[in-house]
């Protein structure tokens, strides 16, 4: 919104002139969305704990500490990183771009799916919410219709390409297989944050080093220049999913105000579904999908321990983990959940880094 304003007249007041850079918008979306968690998080977390009473339901099956630490903590905080998301994007980013409004649009997608599923657990006091066949059927549909939507944008095959890192001309296109692809990177991201999220902080600093990531990949993805220079392919407009990024991190690090430990709020369904949704959706946007699983490696750990305790469980009776995902098996080795904590954080630092590197070893 500034930028459509204010380039306008910038041949009259030359100061105007920075709406043009991508990285001061990008900056400003930052402190938007950080400052607007700031302040409205709060008058949100008050509200959200007189009327949710007895707060985000404790699931009996998890580690016994939970039932007695985390119990009457309200849910939903995912709803302030929303607002914070959407409210810095419509005021830094170009809005003329298709790119800013699919990733948006999914990411607000996601998010109500996350806010009705949280709305039925605490309005029955359950731990389940609305038929899984049918929350994961409407993330199919959102998810098909933002990369048909992705696709349409380019004029070449290239719309509908894969990418592999490290190799300079592995590209291949999937055709109409792409939607299928595409949907199943956006689906999987979403939920694999959501299983994630499971201690006070865990989820929010991964996603927060993700999007920063993806951030930097936008923006040279969507430069000629560093494209070029950097050998990694050229998606005309996509550098303006930097501002969405950007603020992402703003307002995931105002969230992380209020989540740091022990937590005031949870961000619930509502902020990881549409904080993977988004994460997924760039990464298909940037055609990064694979870099997005080296990124979010911690992501992939997560959700694959819970698809192998289940399987192993099935199969033979028996679990590989403790307790799956992955976070509460060391719960219940004895580990502090500080520790936990931290580690994956340290761990997803490196992965992006690894991530990041493929940008320049090609």
Known sequence: MLHHFLVDLSDQVSIFNVFRYLTFRTGGAIMTALLFVFLFGPALINALRVRQGKGQPIRDDGPERHILEKQGTPTMGGLMILSGITVATVLWADLSNPYVWIVLLVTIGFGLVGLYDDYLKVSRASTGGFSGKVKFSIECLMAVAACYALSSIGTDSFSTSLVLPFFKTAVY?????????????????????????????????????AGASFGLIAYLAGNAVFSEYLQIHFVKGSGELAVLCGALLGAGLGFLWFNAPPA??????????????????????????????????????????????VASFKLTGKRIFRMAPLHHHFEQKGWAEATIVVRFWIIAVVLALVGLATLKLR
């Open 173 to 209: 296109d999937l055709g109409w297989f792409f939607l299928v692809f595409g949907a199943f990177v956006i689906v999987g991201a979403g939920n694999s944050v959501n299983l994630t999220d499971g201690l006070d902080g865990l989820a929010i600093v991964p996603v927060m080093i």
């Open 264 to 309: 005031m709020i949870f961000m619930g369904d509502t902020g990881s579904l549409s904080l993977g949704g988004a994460l997924g959706a760039i990464a298909v946007a940037t055609k990064h999908e694979f870099v997005l699983a080296i990124i979010g490696g911690l992501f992939v750990l997560e959700a694959v321990s819970v698809i192998v305790q």
